[in-house]
């Protein structure tokens, strides 16, 4: 990749990815963020330059830009890229640090974020917008979906499913061979032995069902 990246989102995330993009060499042409107090600052020597929906810079991307949503809340970071992918038909681009290890036969999609000390292990599958955050572990043949967050330090062993949406917190362990539905959420520090339902909330040593 050489084109520059504009980032949609100024804050923790955003600028941890802009770290990433500048290790690889790649060249951040600013921030989109809707936050208006920010526009016309600079985080880190990039200027914010507007809102996500600014079309005076949404033209560039696909032509002279690539884009990268740096969003944790899921809703937004869905509606960023349903626009994207209408409006400019473009995929967000992958945000890898050079210090994670991705195995040749692993499957990365689009638009995540892997930070450093992430390992994606022989055959494992990530599939688009997730975030994989520091020294996260999928371990091999274990699959990802959509819009997945995965915590610092947690190790999601092989063979296991995970849905569309999942959260998992940081330092969890998910055992080989469980699913992992849509939208569940797994607590920091859990220990998951046994699949987790759609939508559930999970926590400890071993993980289970907390009712809201």
């Known amino acids: 990749m ?3 990246v504009i980032i949609f989102g100024a804050n923790n995330l955003g600028r941890a990815a802009r770290d990433i993009f500048e290790s690889n060499e790649v060249v951040i042409y600013g921030f989109l963020d809707d936050d208006a107090s920010l526009h016309g600052t600079e985080l880190d020597e990039i200027s914010v330059l507007g809102s996500t929906d600014d079309d005076g810079y949404l033209k560039l991307i696909g032509k002279k830009c690539e884009a990268f949503v740096a969003v944790d809340d899921n809703k937004y970071r869905k509606s960023i890229v349903k626009m994207l992918n209408e409006r400019r038909k ?5 945000a890898i640090h050079r210090a994670a290890v991705i195995a040749e036969t692993a499957y990365i999609g689009h638009g ?3 930070n ?5 292990a022989d055959n494992a599958k990530v599939s688009n917008h997730c975030i994989l955050n520091t020294n996260a572990v999928i371990d091999y043949g274990a699959e990802i979906g959509d819009f997945v ?3 610092a ?3 999601v062993n092989t063979g296991v499913v995970v849905g569309d949406e999942v959260f998992i917190g940081s330092g969890a362990t998910v055992v080989s061979g469980v699913k992992i539905g849509k939208g ?5 520090g859990s220990v998951v032995i046994a699949d987790v339902p759609a939508g559930k909330t999970v926590f ?3 993980a289970q069902i907390v009712e809201a």
């Not at 473009?90 to 992958?94: E, G, K, L, Q």
């Not at 450093?116 to 994606?120: A, D, F, I």
């Open 90 to 94: 473009v995929m967000p681009v992958n």
């Open 204 to 206: 400890g040593n071993p």
């Open 184 to 188: 569940a959420r797994i607590g920091a």
């Open 112 to 114: 995540n974020f892997v």
């Open 149 to 151: 967050q995965v915590g």
């Open 153 to 155: 330090g947690s190790v």
């Open 116 to 120: 450093m000390g992430v390992k994606v």
């Open 2 to 4: 050489r084109n520059p």
